[in-house]
Every structure is written in C-alpha cells, then in structure tokens.
C-alpha cells in the first residue's frame, strides 16, 4: 500500500476507471503464451495495471476502457492512471522494484533500447496471430530501434506526428499571395510581403520558436530537408553530411535579414508564438499535429487558418518523405507481468479498429494504421485531415552516441543567429559528429547503420 501511495504521489496520478473485465470477442484467436489465462484459476478477477502518460485522449480512453470492462466483467480487472507529472521517473522506479505496470504508454523520455536490456518490456511476436500480423504489415512491425530490436517486436503502432507549414489565410490574402510557398524561395518572399502589408498592425510573416533549438529545427528545419529526400546523415553510406542544410539554413537566415521574422524569436517558445499567431500576428510558422487541437481549446482562435505541406527547395514534386515521428510505437507490456496473457487481451483490445478508429476521427492522433485510414470518417477537428500523411513516412532511427561539444541545432541557431558563419559550422559539425560515431563503433557501444539502396521517396510506398 506504501509502495503504491509513493507512485502515485511521484506521479499525481489520477485513478480514472477501475472495473471487471471479461474476454473480448476477437481474443479467442489470441494463442496462448507464457502460460496464464484471462482469469485466474480461482474464479477471481485478474488484476492488471495500466499506466499512461497521456492526458489528450483520456476522454476517449476512459469511454472505450469503461465498455471493455463492462464487457469482460468477472475475468480481467483494469486499474488505469494517467500520470500528470514524473511519469518516466515513477515507471523506472517501479521497474526497479519489479512493480511495474503490466500494460503502459511507450510514448516518453525512456530508452526502447535500454527497456529492452533490463528486460522491463515484453516482446509480443508470440502474441500475435495472422490477423495482427497481417492488418499491421511487416513494415509497420519490424521498425528497427523504434518498436523492434533483434527482430522481435515489442509495441504496435497507432499515431505519429507530422509536421507542416501552418499559415494565416487572411493575411495571405491581404498581402496578395495566392497560396502558401511551395520553394524556399517563395518562403523568403511570402514572408517578406506580408511583414510589409500589416506593418502598421504589427505583423510578421514568419515566427520561430527557437529558445529551443532541437524543437524549433524539427518542427520545420527537418521536415523540409526529408521531404526533398536528404538528410544530415547519409544512410547510404553511414557519414554525417551537414552541407545538406546549408539552402535551408539559408533560407531561415534570409527571413530574420529581412526583418520579416516576429521579434524576440529568439528566445520564443512555441505557446507564446501559438498565442501570437492566434491574435491574428503571424503569416505562417511551421509545426506539428497538435495544432488543431491547440487553436479548439487551450488557444480558440476565429482567424481563418490553413495548413500545407513543408516547401521543397525548388517548388517542384517532393523527392523524399517529410517524417513520420513516434509512429511506431504506443504501449508496451511488462516483461515481469504476472498476468502476460490478459495484458496481451487487454492490449489488443486497445489495438484495435473499434479504439483506433475514434481515436483518429477525433484528432486524437494522425493514424498510420492503414485499415483505421481506410475505415475512419473525415476527422472533425479543423484542418485536422490535412496532417493525415501523404508525402510523410516513417525514417529509419539515427545511430545514438556521444558527441563532443554544442548539438547540432544549437550550432544552427548560432548561424542564424549570426554568431557564427555557415561554412564554419558545417565543417566543425561534420568533424565532431563523424569523430563521435567512429570512436563509439571501435569502442562497441554504437552499430553504424548503413543502408546502401536507401530511397527515401520509396519509403511512402512502403
């Protein structure tokens, strides 16, 4: 009782449904494995634990978890709590303590990797009939470093983000502009036209949100150097390359020279920009698929916005994929769970199209299940449908090792900044990014990842 007090007050989780749950209707072709049952064999309930760090679909959640109990009353009985706060630092002490979770959100700040090492997290391939298998795809199952290692799979995807150019229809209008930039070169200019046309009302055509780097350069940077099929990182041949952001960071750099940026970009973060740009200040921004739910509720906004695709660099069709990010993955289940087989009929139930579907109808999340695509309404949030992917796949994972110095993004944003000249930080990144990675192979603790046919674009085919 002590033990559970403490991870809930590590937490501040908040019990939302507790009820008795019986076998699902898709579950009796569920093969057995690891040699428990859905209920125990002394007619009492089995008793399962599901943590989540997700508070954005608890609506949604508590609704579809309330049926599947009412439905499986008497054989499985689900204790759900979403963890407000700590939620990384309350699961690994559970782990720790071999306490765990039997099912629990795999969306956080812990390693897959290092999860999978300590043995916290259950492969699933045993789990799994043909008809998972089949619905899911080999493409969608076997993600290496993302839901699977050494071949065995230990999550199953359900929603990812996507990024795009997020843009003030109005303020297009009143500055002339047909549509939004398809070039980089349009962007330069599309931003620079509406400064000039809402001067006197304090508009800016572009905003950044770069007090942090690494989210301001993934939100925009990173999606319009994929979608023309390059990346910093050759995974044809296993090198840094950061020449490759060289027109982008350009581009970027031309808009502050203009003066067309929103001032104290700089320091910005992305609500206060959100917030600006709801008042009807900013021309375009880049982002990611939270936004529709962002401009519903916590910033309700009655400008006229849009969404579009990230500018490639030439304006013509994409070469590459902007990327799919987190898409991988969702929940996982405990390695040291008592009860493996009713967290798995627990699990599936969560996986499954009558969950998923809703779940993307209502902004939830952008789906890269292809049968909840198939099968689901046009969500109703605004612009929601216009970060379903298209030219979005998921890319492979960077290798993971230690750099010394400044990350690349900080280094960028000193270019921007006009700290430090471009060529200069290319070079210092390419040395000290390659010098990471081949000392960390010879020592061991990295595996190069080469992919000699890599095509970016025919990752969307996949």
Known sequence: MKKNMRYASMALSLVLASSALAACGQNDKTP??????????????????????????????????????????????VETQIMTDNYEQALQT????????????????????????????????????????????????????????????????NYGTTWRLIYNKDLFAKAG???????????????????????????????????????????????????DGKDYYDWKTGQYTFDVLKPYVQTLKQIVDNKSMLPGYESLDIDPLRNQFAAGKIGMYFSLSAEPGVYDSQFPTKINWGVAQVPTVDGQAPKGANYINGG??????????????????????????????????????????PSVVEKAKEPTLKNFKDFAPKDDAMWPAYPVHKVEGKPWQNVISEVILGLTPLDNAIQDLNKRYNDGLNTEEKAGNVKRVVIPDFDAHALIKK
């Open 177 to 227: 502009i047909a549509e939004p930039p398809k070039s980089l070169s349009e962007l330069v200019e599309d931003a620079k036209k509406i400064t000039e046309a809402g001067k006197a009302d304090n508009v800016y055509g572009f905003a950044l949100n770069m007090k942090t780097p690494a989210a301001a350069f993934e939100r925009g940077l990173l999606p319009m150097v994929r979608l």
């Open 32 to 77: 057995a494995a690891s040699g428990d049952s859905a209920a125990s064999g002394s007619g009492q309930a089995v008793k399962l634990k599901f943590w989540t760090n997700a508070r954005h679909d608890a609506d949604l959640m508590k609704e579809k978890i309330d049926k599947f109990n009412e439905t499986h009353k008497g054989k499985i009985e």
């Open 94 to 157: 559970a782990i720790q303590a071999d306490e765990a979770p039997d099912v629990f959100n795999a969306k956080m700040k812990l390693k897959f990797e290092d999860l999978v090492k300590m043995k916290a997290i259950e492969p699933l391939d045993s789990y799994m009939n043909d008809d998972v298998t089949k619905r899911f795809g080999e493409n969608l199952l076997k993600l290496d470093r993302q839901n699977a290692l050494d071949g065995k799979t230990y999550s199953l995807p």
């Open 328 to 369: 991988a993955s969702w929940l996982y289940m405990s390695g040291k769970s008592k009860n493996k087989q009713a967290a798995w009929e627990f699990m599936n139930y969560l996986y499954s199209d009558e969950v998923l579907v809703p779940y993307y109808e209502q902004g939830k999340g952008v789906s890269v299940v």
